[in-house]
């Protein structure tokens, strides 16, 4: 199997890591928009969760296959992540989950209902493995990452539109939200997580904690 880079295009083939008790699989839908999902699939059940439905839900459920869906989380209430969340929910009747200040917006956007809200410490169980919550507020109210513990390896953060390599999400020029979203990036996710935590974004490549740290005073510093 070719080596994980976290590289993929719309319409590309998905990048896949195969960590001991989990896999990864990382895929990108929508030429305009680059939305990445990501399948997560416990080893020891064949347990499959999906992260953000973003679009191209044929895709996602040729991903998805015969082992069908337990549960599909949405990291927050922008439409570009939801767009194929009704189709998907339809077909593979998982649980649905969101963030509790989310799940609104996302439910009257989608018509699909929220089936469980989270929080911050808040887990997520699929088959024997298990994700932790951690709440971002500022580029939603109700943005989350998802991190999971590998217990043979490092931490590896699905980080939704709250954390990319260069910087935090867009807080469209709210200085509230920014000061907001940075404080809860700088305190639960860099102050929590050691430098070889992989990190797994909403759009493009995905990047490491330490290559990221040394640069947060500076994304504070220009306020964006």
């Not at 649980?95 to 996302?106: E, L, P, S, W």
């Not at 999971?148 to 939704?160: A, E, R, S, V």
Request: charged share 20%; glycine share 12%.
């Amino acid at each position: 199997m070719a080596t994980y880079t976290g590289e993929v295009t719309p319409g590309g083939p998905p990048q896949v890591r195969e960590l001991t008790h989990l896999t990864i699989t990382k895929v990108a839908v929508d030429p305009q928009m680059s939305n990445n999902c990501y399948l997560l699939r416990c080893r020891g059940t064949a347990a499959q969760l999906l992260v953000d439905a973003a679009d191209d839900a044929p895709r996602l459920l040729s991903l998805i296959g015969d082992a069908g869906l337990t549960t599909v989380v949405t990291t927050h209430e922008h439409w570009d992540h939801h767009r194929a969340l009704a189709a998907v929910v339809a077909e593979t009747e998982p649980a649905v989950i969101a963030g509790t200040a989310d799940a609104g917006a996302i439910t009257q956007q989608t018509g699909v209902p929220v089936s469980r809200t989270v929080g911050d410490g808040d887990t997520i169980r699929f088959g024997d493995c298990t994700l932790s919550v951690i709440a971002l507020a500022g580029h939603t109210p109700g943005s989350i990452a998802l991190r999971y513990d590998d217990p043979d390896g490092h931490t590896h953060l699905f980080t939704g539109d709250s954390l990319f390599p260069g910087g935090v999400g867009n807080t469209f020029g709210n200085a509230d939200n920014f000061r907001s979203l940075i404080d809860d990036v700088e305190t639960k996710v860099f102050g929590a997580l050691a430098d070889d935590t992989w990190f797994y974004p909403g759009h493009g490549n995905d990047s490491t904690i330490g290559a990221e740290r040394p640069h947060v005073a500076e994304w504070r510093a220009r306020g964006w």
